[in-house]
């Protein structure tokens, strides 16, 4: 599969999805994820975005996001405003059933042995 295919899946994925470092750093979002943060966002500028671990306030989520790195995969449900975690929002409004209130947390290793990236995708 060629590049440009992958990017436009990941692209136009129905669920928001996040590509992030262990530093927390955002480095890779698609256009749903782009939907949500506006929806949130103080200034939706073309601020980077950042994992801020002081603002999660669901233990599930903060293992998840923590222990990605470990190389684990996280199945987590019942999740309240979880987009709170990233910069530039101030504060969600409140949970959505509709919303998204899973998500999936896997790891992503650029030569099968070391983890480079953790990835997050977000559904209803």
Same mark, same amino acid.
């Given at each position: 599969m060629n590049? =440009?295919?992958?990017?436009? *899946?990941?692209d136009f994925f129905p669920y928001p *999805? /996040? *590509?992030f470092t262990p530093q927390y750093n955002i480095t890779l979002v698609n256009r749903a994820f782009e939907?949500? *943060?506006r =929806?949130? /966002?103080l200034d939706p500028g073309n601020e980077a975005i950042r994992i801020l671990l002081y603002k999660i306030t669901d233990m599930q989520l903060a293992t998840g996001v923590t222990r990605v790195f470990a190389g684990d995969t996280f199945f987590l449900e019942d999740l309240k405003n979880p987009f709170a975690m990233f910069s530039g929002i101030t504060k969600q409004s409140a949970t959505q059933p509709d919303r998204f209130h899973k998500a999936v947390i896997f790891p992503l290793s650029a030569d099968n042995k070391r983890i480079t990236h953790g990835v997050i995708v977000f559904m209803p």
């Open positions: 590049d =440009r295919l992958f990017c436009q *899946i990941i *999805i /996040a *590509i939907t949500e *943060i =929806r949130y /966002a």
